[in-house]
């Protein structure tokens, strides 16, 4: 089993910047995919951002230009959230998919709002 723990979310004002982390724990392979995903209330959980192993990337329209995912090595992922919106409020989960299982964190809220 991969533990996955999110951190850095919080309350922001909107076009302000937050930057969230997640680290996994061992048993993590060489080839993966790791991403964000997001879930607001009474909502469904939508794709943020992810980027595989390889170091290629791909983000939800509404995150394009504003959002930018990055990784430090196999274990470790970044989303720097620039130019935050209201609609960006939501509790952000990490994500980590490997031989085609999936592996989630508990999430960080993350709250634009002045």
């Known amino acids: 089993q991969v533990q996955l723990v999110e951190s850095g979310g919080g309350l922001v004002q909107p076009g302000g910047s937050l930057r969230l982390s997640c680290a996994a724990s061992n048993n993590v392979f060489e080839r993966n995919t790791m991403g964000w995903y997001r879930q607001a209330p009474e909502k469904q959980r939508e794709l943020v951002a992810t980027?595989?192993?390889?170091?290629?990337t791909y983000y939800a329209g509404s995150v394009k230009g504003r959002f930018t995912i990055s990784r430090n090595g196999i274990r470790t992922v970044y989303l720097q959230m620039n130019s935050l919106k209201p609609e960006d409020t939501a509790v952000y989960y990490c994500?980590?998919?490997?031989?085609?299982?999936?592996?989630w964190g508990k999430g960080t809220l993350v709250t634009v709002s002045s």
């Open positions: 980027i595989t192993s390889g170091g290629s």
């Open positions: 994500n980590l998919v490997q031989i085609g299982v999936d592996y």
